[in-house]
Nanobody, 116 residues
Framework: VQLQASGGGLVQTGGSLRLSCAASGRASSLASMAWYRQTPGKERELVAQVDRDGSTKYADSVKGRFTISRDYIKNTIQLQMNSLRLEDTAVYLC???????????WGQGTQVTVSS
């Protein structure tokens, strides 16, 4: 499975961005898909996840501000990010995971920079 992420950029605090990730190849609707983010010197952090049954999970720091959605037919996910803060600045990475066999795929990452 290949993942192509897009939508990052530079935005001021309080602004919004929308990230998209498209899975191609032998992508399955049985997979969970998620957005992680990483900044230098810090561990990769789960931002939001949507499972095969549509259930979602969010990091506490983004609850109420970010929304993850999924198109099971197109094998895409989106992350709507509102009320962005300086601390949201990171490289955002798309993840595809199959629980039954542990298969993992990662996108190339897209930079999100929030400025004051």
């Amino acid at each position: 499975v290949q993942l192509q992420a897009s939508g990052g950029g530079l935005v001021q605090t309080g602004g919004s961005l929308r990230l998209s990730c498209a899975a191609s190849g032998r992508a399955s609707s049985l997979a969970s898909m998620a957005w992680y983010r990483q900044t230098p010197g810090k561990e990769r952090e789960l931002v939001a996840q949507v499972d095969r049954d549509g259930s979602t999970k969010y990091a506490d720091s983004v609850k109420g501000r970010f929304t993850i959605s999924r198109d099971y037919i197109k094998n895409t996910i989106q992350l709507q990010m509102n009320s962005l803060r300086l601390e949201d600045t990171a490289v955002y990475l798309c993840n595809y995971h199959l629980t039954y066999n542990g298969y993992d795929a990662w996108g190339q990452g897209t930079q999100v920079t929030v400025s004051s």
